[in-house]
């Protein structure tokens, strides 16, 4: 099973910007044949999707909540996924996961259920 470990959380001030990576490890998995995706958890509320990128890079996804403000994008070569968030928004607060799709060159995005490996996630905090 891969490994999946993010980096980049932090405090910042509304209207801010933050870029989070998350790097992926196994001898075993081939980065650039899994669609990558980053959801995130609030205190007191359910996990929730926030971007996917599929496999090769070409397709993108967004929760209508962040679309234009975030960016989601990937270097296979460095086995990693990023995300560069913009215009931040207390509301934003949140731990940040990246998950790895547990099929490989699938086309779509694929349900939560079907993400297969997830990072510690790392912590956003937007202040007012």
């Not at 209508?64 to 990023?82: L, P």
């Not at 086309?107 to 490996?117: C, F, H, I, L, M």
């Amino acid at each position: 099973q891969v490994q999946l470990v993010e980096s980049g959380g932090g405090l910042v001030q509304a209207g801010g910007s933050l870029k989070l990576s998350c790097v992926a490890s196994a001898r075993t998995f081939t980065f650039g044949l899994y669609g990558m995706g980053w959801f995130r958890q609030a205190p007191g509320k359910e996990r929730e999707f926030v971007a996917h990128i599929n496999w090769r890079g070409t397709s993108t996804y967004y929760a209508d909540s962040v679309k234009g403000r975030f960016t989601i994008s990937r270097d296979n070569a460095k086995k990693t996924v990023y995300l560069q968030m913009n215009s931040l928004k207390p509301e934003d607060t949140a731990l940040y996961y990246c998950a790895a799709d547990n099929l490989q060159l699938r086309p779509g995005v694929p349900n939560q259920g079907d993400y297969g490996s997830w990072g510690q996630g790392t912590q956003v905090t937007v202040s007012s």
